[in-house]
T-cell receptor, first 114, second 108 residues
Framework: DAGVIQSPRHEVTEMGQEVTLRCKPI?????LFWYRQTMMRGLELLIY????????DSGMPEDRFSAKMPNASFSTLKIQPSEPRDSAVYFC????????????FGPGTRLTVL | DAKTTQPTSMDCAEGRAANLPCNHS???????VYWYRQIHSQGPQYIIH???NNETNEMASLIITEDRKSSTLILPHATLRDTAVYYC?????????FGTGTRLLVSP
């Protein structure tokens, strides 16, 4: 199994630009999670989906952030416009849907906004 | 979500058992205790979870006190590759809320 796949692995952009992060969950998993990790705030859950439907987006910091899951094998997290404080590592995780089902994390995308 | 309290850092000699404590005094009856670790800047890796019974798998053992207010993760024979940040999480349904974790340093 390939595991959770994220792209790009590194992204450097300038303030004001649009950034799109991509995630391919593990085949057969129907829940997908986006996390952000910074030194100041640690690992935070931004949003999660079940069966392609957003369930909880209370962690999305601002309207500049949006996430979609058009099908079971693909999700995007978009930041428009990007700001330097968005610099972080963004992780995607997937699982089956259950109270104790394990979340498997991808390798992350390191975003730097100049 | 119930909060967890973990020591900031711990040291362990290679080959010895690493015992990582966690306090979760406000845990409710249907919440599970989960442990993940993060090696350097990789994605977090699942280790083990439990409700009230002790659990063991190929990676570690989890000991939960009878009142469920605290737990201990045990790595029986720590190796250098176990150097990581270890997160104790009280899970409420789908959400994992990560705290600051314990930075474990395994030394030769």
């Amino acid at each position: 199994d390939a595991g959770v796949i994220q792209s790009p692995r590194h992204e450097v952009t300038e303030m004001g630009q649009e950034v799109t992060l991509r995630c391919k969950p593990i085949s057969g998993h129907n829940s997908l999670f986006w996390y952000r990790q910074t030194m100041m705030r640690g690992l935070e859950l931004l949003i999660y989906f079940n069966n392609n439907v957003p369930i909880d987006d209370s962690g999305m910091p601002e309207d500049r952030f949006s996430a979609k899951m058009p099908n079971a094998s693909f999700s995007t997290l978009k930041i428009q416009p990007s700001e330097p404080r968005d610099s972080a590592v963004y992780f995607c995780a997937s699982s089956t849907w259950g109270r104790t089902d394990t979340q498997y994390f991808g390798p992350g995308t390191r975003l730097t906004v100049l | 979500d119930a909060k967890t309290t973990q020591p900031t850092s711990m040291d362990c000699a290679e080959g010895r058992a690493a015992n990582l404590p966690c306090n979760h005094s406000t845990i409710s009856g249907n919440e599970y205790v989960y442990w993940y670790r993060q090696i350097h800047s990789q994605g977090p890796q699942y280790i083990i979870h439990g409700l009230k019974n002790n659990e063991t798998n190929e990676m570690a053992s989890l000991i939960i006190t009878e009142d469920r207010k605290s737990s201990t993760l045990i790595l029986p024979h720590a190796t250098l590759r176990d150097t990581a940040v270890y997160y104790c999480i009280v899970r409420s349904f789908q959400k994992l809320v990560f705290g600051t974790g314990t930075r474990l340093l395994v030394s030769p």
